[in-house]
């Protein structure tokens, strides 16, 4: 009888061992508006092998957790740099092959092993960018000077206008520059009929700097992929077309 006993608890922990995982969980997702001002580089994954002792998941917040851990070390050894965040993050458990040495009644404790798997996106800030790019500017140029921050070329029309907005900001809080409102910018666009949501060549900014009454013109460009991202900013003197400066950030 004892020994039945036995063999039936053997039995339905071995059953118990081999349900299917609970694991399954989706965090830190990036929302629209943080697709505005955030970019994504790539995507990271990584594992590890885990024992649910009773079968008992671990909370969603404690999984997070560990995963983003693991994602970010994922994401440095694969080159990115150290200003940057994990978002999206998947969390799926995995049948494991060690969960069949519960067959072993010395072993029969009523659990599972998993094989986790997480993905997630690395993220990087863009205001992280202009503020470097932004500082170059600021300590190339000559001070006094009157700029007018004409455009920054990007795949997202809303992704430039943050750009822009967050680099006049810089551009103004350094006490060094004065600056084309941007609202006159908009009136002359709208009466000379040129449009600044392409990509803009020296001859056009130059030509447009001198309508403003700007001295000087920023134009500039977000570019590349994944580890290859960089914003680059080009100051245009508007009398002699020359390039003052070039700034570049990777992202």
Same mark, same amino acid.
């Given at each position: 009888?004892k /020994? ?21 969980m989706?965090g ?10 955030? /970019?994504? =580089?790539g ?9 649910n ?40 458990g ?12 010395m ?16 993220v ?9 790019? #932004?500082?170059?500017?600021?300590? =190339?140029?000559?001070?006094? #000077?009157?700029?007018?921050?004409l ?14 907005s ?7 809080? #350094? ?23 392409g ?10 700097g ?26 245009l ?12 950030s990777?992202?």
């Amino acid at each position: 009888m004892k /020994k039945l006993l036995a063999n039936r608890i053997v039995f339905f922990a071995f059953i118990i061992c081999l349900l299917p995982s609970c694991i399954s969980m989706q965090g830190m997702e990036m929302t629209p508006e943080e697709g505005t001002f955030k /970019k994504v =580089l790539g995507n990271v994954t990584t594992q590890w092998v885990r024992y649910n002792f009773l079968n008992i998941p671990p909370t969603d917040k404690r999984i997070e957790t560990k995963a983003e851990t693991r994602l970010r070390i994922a994401a440095r050894l694969k080159g990115y740099n150290q200003n940057f965040e994990i978002k999206n993050i998947s969390v799926q458990g995995h049948f494991n092959g060690l969960t069949l040495i519960q067959i072993i009644p010395m072993f029969a404790l009523m659990g599972n092993f998993q094989t986790v798997v997480a993905s997630g996106d690395v993220v990087v800030s863009l205001a992280d960018a202009v503020k470097n790019t #932004s500082a170059q500017i600021i300590e =190339l140029l000559p001070e006094n #000077s009157t700029l007018a921050v004409l455009n920054i070329y990007s795949d997202n029309a809303a992704t430039s206008e943050y750009i822009i907005s967050n680099l006049e900001y810089n551009l103004v809080n #350094s006490g060094k520059f004065r600056m084309v409102d941007r609202r006159r910018l908009d009136q002359i666009s709208s009466v000379q009929n040129f449009q600044l949501s392409g990509e803009l060549n020296s001859a056009s900014a130059v030509s447009i700097g001198n309508t403003l009454g700007a001295n000087i013109v920023i134009i500039g460009e977000l570019t590349g992929t994944g580890l290859l991202t960089q914003l680059t900013l080009r100051a245009l003197d508007v009398k002699t077309t020359e390039i003052l400066s070039v700034a570049r950030s990777n992202l």
